[in-house]
């Protein structure tokens, strides 16, 4: 139920998170800041089962759907930004942001733009597990593990107040930091190894 | 940004940024993996600044981790532009378990229970009494900066606060010994160059209990959070 986090204890053995001990526990960062509506709700188990039992599978190829996909993606429009849309859905973070990378590109093609395809992402972000997500994320240990890069992203300093070092005020310093980073010319630039540009 | 240790961007950032995207015509995509479905005390980010993205990626709280589920919101310009391509040049992004019943039922009823407990708002409300709870930290020499936006919060490690040294090697520490208290956490390690802080990560469900959030039980985040020894007091 809960993480399949493990740590060893001082006896060598391996224990994990999902015991009746670690469930009492309080889930500081339970699942990464996944549970808003937190453990044990029976009524999800619930209609996941219902789903199985009336429909397990659907294919959503060749413009076909199914009820809980379109009226979830009714809800999550319907509480989202005042532009939004439409939902496609995916099966994790990763796989979002890949195709958020992706809709965007493909945008520009269609509206005769083909030369737009920079992704600009901020410096100590974290965007996913797959390789663009990867090369969107601004910590260098996962490219030094797994570079190159995708090509075609840039990564700007981020709004961090704590640590900002310009003259200006934080957000409208990082806010122009990905313009200019949008502004050089010619292709992407590699993460700098150290300090943020700006 | 959450994994990246909780930075908080200040009011002037994302208008700003909204504001150079129209200029140069780019389009904004917001990942809100993490902040998406309340977890900010907003149903999705941006709307605490009043900002629209033309693309939102979401994942984590669709489903509270019941069953794993993401997605992509398009605004109508990106929609539309989508729907009218042409046949030669077709929107192919498809994927077998795209929109999976039994994932989207479960977020359907998630989505159902945020709605019912006011979820979304109690996250702003329980999450200005955990910041004000993780402030108390302060008193602490080796805690430079506690910030954070509804319910998630990032408490940043120092050597030294006037330098802002960051403090390495000690966030595994603190949160071992949280773990002896019964606090699960997540350190985002720092790193000498560029200079970051170890830092202690708090994402807990928007449900916690208001005695968690606060200071005045001995089970709170931030009574669990001070260190029990004195060699890195």
Known sequence: MI????????????????????????????????????TARAELAD????????????????????????????KIV????????????????????ESAFKFA???WKIKDKPEKTKIISRIHAYHGVSLAAMSATGMAAYHKMFGPLVPGFIQAAPPYAYRWAGNEEPGIGAADAVEKAYSRRGPAIPLPRSSPSR | MGAGGVIVPPPSYFPRLREICDRYDVLLIADEVITGFGRTGRWFALGHWGVEPDLVSFAKGVTSGYLP????????????????????????????????PVCCAVGLRNIEIIEREGLVERAGVMGRRLLAGLGDLHDLPVVGDVRGLGMMCGVELVKDR????????????????????????????????????????????????????????????????????ADYR
């Open chain 1, 47 to 74: 209609a996941a089962s219902a789903q199985m039992r009336r429909i397990a599978f659907a294919s959503a190829y060749i413009g076909a759907t199914n009820e809980p996909a379109v009226r979830l993606a009714e």
């Open chain 1, 78 to 97: 319907g509480h989202a930004y005042p532009n939004s849309a439409a939902v496609y859905f995916t099966t994790a973070g990763a796989e979002s942001n």
């Open chain 1, 3 to 38: 993480i399949a986090s493990r740590w060893s204890s001082s006896k060598g053995k391996v224990r994990c998170c999902a015991t009746p001990r670690a469930a009492n526990a309080s889930t500081g960062y339970q699942g990464c800041g996944t549970s808003i509506s937190a």
């Open chain 2, 162 to 229: 006037s330098t802002k040294a960051p403090a390495l090697d000690i966030g595994w520490r603190i949160s071992r010994e949280a773990l002896a208290l019964g606090l699960l956490l997540r350190i985002r390690p720092g790193s000498a160059d560029p200079p970051v802080g170890d830092t202690i990560c708090l994402a807990p469900p928007l449900m916690t209990l208001t005695e968690t959030c606060s200071t005045a039980s001995r089970r709170s985040y931030a009574r669990r959070l001070r260190p029990q020894r």
């Open chain 1, 105 to 107: 590109r493909y945008y």
């Open chain 2, 69 to 100: 589920l993401g997605g992509v919101i398009a605004s109508k310009r990106v929609h539309e532009a989508i729907e009218s391509a042409p046949s030669d040049r077709r929107f192919m992004h498809a994927a077998t378990y795209s929109g999976h």
